[in-house]
């Protein structure tokens, strides 16, 4: 059976789609045919990190959710533009960059009927293993229902007030919509905070998994920034948490 | 308070969109949109207007949840699905002996415009073949004949819980070409089967063959029915509970045209079919389904709609006289959980 993971965050700049990308690809480089959709309309981004110019992008999912198109046409395959070998596959269907684009849909809105049937859809068409959903921070619609429909929901949050915060709004939110399995992901933690301490004082909070714990460090921002970290450093140690993520979520 | 109230509303939308029972509708309908088999009524121009691709499921539960997939909010006419519900406003006009006296409830196995009444009797046949529904529709009490049609859309209103209007063009293709249903009627008229006021009760007639609906108000129609007679969204009452049954045991065998004991066979839910493309079919107690797509079979029925019932019959156990445990568990469906793989 397919798994439906989302990974949100109540505020923005967590390190979302970094993470998404990470954790998509790790599951990629495992054997796994992965799609990530990007629901992040407003903002969408995470297609910098897969090598997926604006000018390649013809249909996204701005077309599929305007009946343009179906949402496989909308999939762009990344294995190679991330480095994926073997059996493994990566997938990416991006939200529009133009700003007309991104005008209208918040303008008009949409069907968040098609946003849950396009999901389904594209698991099938795809044979996917995995389907990650990058989410705008905060609540609105499409979080609303990438979290109802997710097998797994990955919640990464910073150790800092506004955060803790924000994330037990989320959890609510969550248990409202019965999500099947929380886990949470500490990001951008200080290197002088003790990260079992910290681990334990957040599972102690929310009485939910801290799934893994990501260290703040200038090295990682500007690495990360010439593409998918964890093809490029297999064996650092930010690289092997991805891994223990991903391995929890197999688990679920 | 309004705070968490609006979230659980918000989250009980966004679960009746992620429920696997909606994503098993969206998989009925991925199914069926590519089946093209049928013709679109074309007996009056404006009923040929219709798209052949339009095709709507919505289910609607006793509890109020709403199923939409496709065209549901797109406007049809009812057509026939109205006799049903103009048939028990006759009977709380007047009582189950008085209209039984003037409308049989015996499946005729005849198409639905046959010209036969009962010899012994001289009533019509039941109240789902244009004879037997036009001696209905002489029964809807009223002053006059602005009267009687404010009756019948409130009657209707009571049902989906929004106002109806009728489509003026329909009405009058309808009326300006109806001459055998003219002559059904004069023929009642001579075995005293029907009051003289004959152009005011055909006029009503066809305006109840005219009314706008969609598959939504449909299904909402036929949650009422399965509901007990009691709208499950606005909670008001739209028929005596007494009849009810009345209503829906005709739907059952004579509700699908001179398809009716096939069907009652096969899928086994009460069910009333219109030439519109609308099939609204009652599960007492569990659901109400309402389909639209106008392409139609030879004997009238809306070819996807008939197969989404189908479907829905044997997937769930829906039968009426299903007693076999059913592939799937439908309040399991409905409300999600572990064990339901619906990727």
Redesign the interface.
Known sequence: ??K?VSIHSYRGGTGKSNFTANLATTAAALGNRVGVVDTDVPSPGIHNLFGLEPEQMGKTLNSYLWGESSIEDAAYDVSDNVGIEGAGKLFLVPSSVKADDIARILKDGYD??LM??GF?SL?KALQLDYLFIDTHPGLSKET??SI??SHVLLLILRPDKQDYQGTAVVM??AR???V?KMLLVINKAHSKLNPDALKQKVEETYAETVAGLFPLSEDIVQLASEGVFCVKYPDHPVSQEFRKVAQQIAEV | MSNIGDLQSLASSIAAVTSPFRNYLHDLYEKYRSLNEGTVADYIPELALAKPEWFGICIVTPEGQVFEVGDCDRLFTIQSISKAFVFGLALEDHGREYVNSKVSVEPTGEAFNSIVLDEATNRPYNPMVNAGAIATADLINGQNSTERLKRLLEMFKRYTGREHDINVPVFLSEKATGYRNRAMAYLMLNFGMVSNKIDETLDLYFQQCSILVNAKDLAMMAATLANGGVNPVTHERAIDERYVQDVISVMLTCGMYDASGEWAYRVGMPAKSGVGGGILAVVPGKLGIGTFSPPLDAKGNSVRGIRVCEDLSTDFGLHLFNVAKPERNLQEWIAGGEGINDW
Do not use: H, K, Y
């Open positions: 059976m397919p439906v968040v009927r849950n049937d389904r698991v609303f229902l109802a429909i609510d939110v409202q919509l019965n099947r």
